[in-house]
């Protein structure tokens, strides 16, 4: 990778670690519950593409023209929860869920910066524009269920099996992201080349929040 004024070797590291523990409680035969928990996480240094387009045109396609590392994180939570207790006719079972999960990367946005800030190619981009993207989304999820099993309820050898219940979810997200330049831009641009139209160092940023929530009602007969 080519970066702001220097070649950078060896940009492209990975590192994935991650585990998951859980706890049964089974004090007698009716009731039953497992927790369990698990993490997840990834990270890179910098995005390990091979794009021949944007190489360096120093010969080797294995250079990226970038003006900046593009490092990307990814956390996984999620958390468990089920029970069970047989009431002798029926047996009730809880199952709920949680997961967390948070993303976060920079891409190199020093290109379409210069050129939306006027630049024409020839005088110089004053520092990198980097696009830095977050986002975190937590969803819960939480379902009880009845399930009963019936024999010889009409006659000898006839079964009855059936299962009613209900399902909630909820989710909910929020992602952040902006474009910036270095200070160095807003007093070294030079014409047609402008700073930020913010005045400041902010050349876009947005934010994004939104819940989604999902109810159902199910059951189920089966005779035999």
Not at 107 to 128: E, S
Request: hydrophobic share 35%.
């Amino acid at each position: 990778t080519y970066g702001y004024g220097e070649y950078l070797k060896d940009v492209n590291k990975n590192q994935a670690g991650g585990g998951r523990i859980a706890l049964r409680f089974k004090p007698n035969e009716q009731f039953d519950a497992t927790a369990a928990f698990m993490y997840d996480a990834k990270s890179t240094d910098s995005q390990p593409f091979y794009e021949p387009v944007v190489s360096t045109g120093s010969g080797s396609p294995l250079l990226a023209n970038q003006f900046q590392l593009q490092p990307e994180n990814t956390n996984y939570s999620l958390a468990s929860l089920e029970m069970s207790y047989d009431f002798g006719l029926a047996t009730l079972h809880s199952i709920t869920g949680w997961t967390d999960r948070t993303y976060s990367n920079n891409t190199d946005f020093a290109g379409i910066t210069y050129g939306a800030l006027g630049g024409n190619g020839i005088v110089p981009a004053p520092t990198p524009a980097p696009l830095t993207f977050n986002v975190d989304t937590r969803l819960l999820s939480q379902e009880l269920r009845l399930q009963g099993d019936e024999k010889d309820l009409l006659w000898s050898g006839s079964g009855l099996d059936w299962t009613v219940g209900g399902f909630f979810q909820k989710e909910e997200r929020d992602a952040f992201g902006n474009v910036t330049v270095g200070p160095a831009w807003l007093s070294e641009a030079v014409a047609p080349l402008t700073a930020p139209n913010s005045g400041t160092d902010t050349v876009w940023s947005g934010q994004y929040s939104s819940t989604y929530t999902d109810r159902a009602l199910f059951g189920d007969i089966k005779i035999g």
